[in-house]
């Protein structure tokens, strides 16, 4: 590799800090701070090496956790989509494919076209791997909220039935692991965290 190649690589590894400026809605268990989008990534990535036993099919792990660490790049220029925002386009796929491009091309062409690769199975979602990344992507907040008695569900109102819709997709992953989610959401209607039946879409 030459030192064109190398200063690829660092003038990536200088864009990519600015992940830790985009601000999540989610906050940190047991806090009032909200969670940066690298925080986010980590913690993911971890979830995976200690979850991996429960995803519903073999996985390359190291794969996953790849995924995990790449799939908010883009919002370095997209932004941060609330989950429960039904104001806004959640599959702006152009905008962000834009931006997995001008991010991950900031590498050497070899490297970028692994890592634009990566992120679009994880964006299509349809891998044993992909699947499972996506089981944390959305199993992580589920966690954060039920720690801050409710957090973004208390705070802008979003009911039982819209949780269910969102967290479904973790059974696509993990069966066990939904098991485990449905009987936490279950449970956060019967301690008052969580309402039913108060979407007004």
């Known amino acids: ?20 400026y985009i601000q999540r809605k989610t906050r940190l268990f047991n806090s009032t701070r909200t969670e940066n989008d690298a925080e986010h990534s980590w913690h993911l990535a971890l979830m995976a090496v200690v979850l991996s036993g429960h995803s519903n099919q073999e996985i390359d792990l190291l794969k996953v956790i790849k995924m995990l660490l790449i799939h908010d790049l883009v919002e370095i220029d997209a932004g941060d989509i609330f989950l429960y925002d039904t104001a806004v ?15 991950f091309g900031l590498l050497p062409s070899e490297q970028a076209d692994e890592l634009i690769l990566i992120w679009e199975e994880f964006e299509a979602g349809e891998t044993a791997e992909a ?18 008695n409710g957090g973004t569900w208390k705070e802008f109102n979003v009911p039982y ?3 269910v819709e969102k967290k479904s997709i973790i059974k696509e992953g993990s069966q066990v692991l939904w098991n485990y989610a449905k009987k936490l959401i279950d449970n956060s209607v019967e301690e008052g965290i969580l309402q039913k039946g108060t979407d007004t879409d």
């Open 1 to 20: 590799m030459n030192i064109e190649q190398l200063q690829k690589q660092v003038d990536f590894i200088h864009e990519i800090d600015k992940l830790k």
């Open 89 to 103: 386009n959640h599959t702006n796929t152009e905008a962000e494919l834009a931006a997995a491009r001008r991010i």
């Open 131 to 148: 699947k499972f990344a996506r089981a944390m992507d959305r199993f992580e907040p589920l966690l954060q909220n039920r720690s801050n």
């Open 161 to 163: 039935e819209k949780v």
